[in-house]
């Protein structure tokens, strides 16, 4: 019993020493914020630079004006939580009544035994639950509120939501509790310390690690498809993939990812990149390489990369290759861009350029932008245009990565909360994650019009309504074939507002709706033994999306076999594989190319 009690307090000295270093190194933490953030030119000290405020006023003053349906509110929550007290009560007496609320079945936070097992954290969490769902449901019934503001306001109210989930805390949250003990406060003395690490990384603003960046180099183990750099304008780089068939169809393909990341998205490992698949394919493939730009390129705009991406792409293609007409493909924002190319090479009678048009998750009608409308009004586009310019003339990556971060919190924020800044641990080496934190910096010019002419005005899905390089163009006049892909949980290119292309071109569109989300779901290459996400096709193009999914027939594994199949009518005669640099074109340096390799760094 002696040595068992001098054990214990050898445990408990040890506990104690490690919670001293932790005041210590909290001090720390809050001295360098500090001290920094008076110094750091952010967006913390606008006067509610997002335009939330008006939003939940006006909340508040609907919810006033019908007292009855909020008092209505108030005891549907108090029943539920006198449920609850009952259930846990007769838990605790052995009782075996089920839950009053359950998580979400893809909710990951409540993945740890004892989230169940234990009585107490089974309170906790379904207490959670309910005030969550009560309040969310709360603000949505509302009435009186327009669409904007409505979906404002209950966007904002899920990021609070999602804020304060017991998961997020280490005295309610089982794991960490557990990870406390078992350490003796270790986990989260190193929880500080990447915590502080990610202050500093950030010049003072909170840039959370979501990955291992020195897992991974692009050119090393990702990006790694063989290919050259075969052509450069300010605004891109041109790459022409080695090929590895001895023979290839003769139309080539050209990709046009977005600028908003970078292009190996598409080229992550070998096991999971289009770039490469395409090549094995027997098609000679290119992609442009955005840059990622500075000040030099504050004054770019749409126009410029029309005319220095998309078409200075497509002539460079001709001169590589001998070939005049390509199979263009474009990917979210540059699949915007390209079908704004399509339009404009109608209207200058160039139309013979492009022979076929494959689209990934791409917006043309932005009346139904989904949560990304959120923060889209004047009041943050004067702010964001503001920033900009004070900025020297370009939107930081960071500030856009924020953005998309906050339309997945639990997966892209809280998660790495949890792990990084509770557990103490490092993040995992995942190579999505590394691409998805090497963001790159916008153009003010480019930004600002994509933005309001799109965004908020959607000026694109009116004919004529857009003027790109003094010409107008109308999306109307595509008349070429199309493989539209969207992707059934996308958060950024809602499936259903991208169905507007099946009313909007004027050829034959095949539409194809895959399962997953904006990334995952068009990153998903066949695996005969290990099949991920279907998709779903319909030979008939309804005039409702609603319609044509009820129609729809699914189909199980990777649809990239699906485009090829669809592609080969449109990809030519096989002619010999061509050799990057043996055209009117020369190498200019190994893929993946100087462009794609500049990071961007936190603003001091």
């Known amino acids: 019993m002696a040595e068992q009690h001098g054990a214990n307090d050898g445990d408990g000295a040890d506990l104690a020493q490690a919670m001293g270093r932790i005041a210590e190194r909290s001090q720390r933490i809050v001295r360098d914020f500090l001290s920094r953030s008076g110094s750091t030119n952010n967006s913390l000290g606008m006067a509610d630079p997002l335009n939330i405020g008006q939003a939940f006023l006006e909340l508040t003053a609907r919810m006033m004006s019908n007292p009855a349906q909020v008092m209505q509110s108030q005891m549907a929550l108090w029943s539920d939580y006198i449920r609850l007290w009952q259930s846990t009560a007769e838990r605790m007496l052995g009782s075996g009544r089920g839950p009053v609320a359950v998580p979400d079945r893809e909710d990951r936070r409540f993945r740890d035994e004892a989230w169940n097992e234990n009585v107490l954290f089974d309170y906790v969490k379904q207490s959670y639950l309910l005030s969550a769902r009560w309040l969310q449901k709360t603000v949505k019934e509302v009435e009186g509120l327009d669409d904007k503001t409505a979906q404002k ?27 406390t003990i078992e350490s003796k406060g270790e ?24 990955v291992d960046e020195k897992a991974f180099e692009v050119g090393r183990n990702v990006a790694t498809t063989p290919g050259k750099v075969v052509l450069q304008t300010d605004l891109m780089q041109l790459i022409q993939y080695s090929q590895t068939t001895e023979q290839v169809q003769q139309t080539p393909v050209l990709i046009v990812p977005p600028w908003i990341n970078k292009y190996y998205i598409l080229d992550l490992q070998p096991k999971n990149s289009f770039i490469k698949w395409c090549t094995d394919q027997g098609l000679t493939t290119f992609v442009v390489s955005w840059v990622n730009p500075d000040e030099r390129l504050a004054e770019k705009g749409f126009s410029d990369y029309l005319l220095e991406g998309t078409y200075a792409a497509l002539k460079g293609v001709e001169q590589a290759t001998g070939e005049r007409t390509v199979n263009m493909i474009g990917y979210c924002l540059g699949g915007t861009l390209t079908a704004a190319t399509l339009a404009w090479l109608k209207a200058k009678g160039e139309a013979d350029r492009v022979r076929s048009a494959t689209f990934f998750a791409t917006l043309i009608d932005f009346s139904e932008p989904g949560e990304l409308g959120v923060f889209i009004d004047e009041e943050q586009l004067v702010a964001l245009e503001k920033r900009m310019q004070d900025e020297g003339g370009y939107l930081d990556g960071a500030a856009m990565a924020t953005t998309f971060n906050m339309l997945r919190a639990n997966d892209l924020i809280w998660s790495f909360v949890i792990n990084n800044y ?36 959607n000026k694109l899905a009116e004919p004529g309504g857009l003027t790109l390089a003094g010409v107008p163009i109308d999306l109307t006049t595509i008349d070429l074939p199309v493989f539209a892909l969207a992707t059934r949980e996308d958060h950024i290119a809602p499936w259903k507002a991208t169905y507007a292309a099946t009313q909007t071109y004027s050829g034959p569109i095949k539409f194809v709706l895959a399962g997953s989300g904006h990334i995952a779901g068009v990153v998903n290459p066949p695996n005969p033994d290990r099949p991920r996400y279907g998709y779903m096709t319909n030979a008939r193009n309804a005039k409702s999306p609603d319609t044509w999914l009820a129609g729809a027939k699914e189909s199980p594994g990777s649809w990239w076999p699906e485009w ?29 190319g100087s462009y794609v390799k500049v990071r961007t760094a936190p603003k001091a």
Do not use: C
């Open 422 to 457: 509770l557990l103490g641990k490092d993040p995992f080496p995942f190579d999505l994650l590394y691409w998805n934190a090497d963001s790159t910096r916008m153009p003010a010019a480019m930004h600002g019009f994509y933005l309001r002419k799109m965004y908020q005005e």
């Open 564 to 592: 090829r199949k669809w592609l080969g009518k449109y990809a030519g005669p096989k002619v010999p594989a061509r050799v990057p640099g043996t055209g009117e074109l020369k190498v200019i340096e190994d893929a993946p």
């Open 187 to 210: 986990n989260l003395v190193k929880g500080l310390e990447n915590l502080l690490g990610d202050l500093e990384r950030g010049n003072g603003q909170l840039r959370i690690r979501q």
């Open 153 to 179: 306001v209950d966007f904002y109210t899920r990021q609070f939501v999602d804020a304060m989930a017991p998961s997020n805390f280490a005295m309610t949250n089982p794991e960490v509790l557990r990870a």
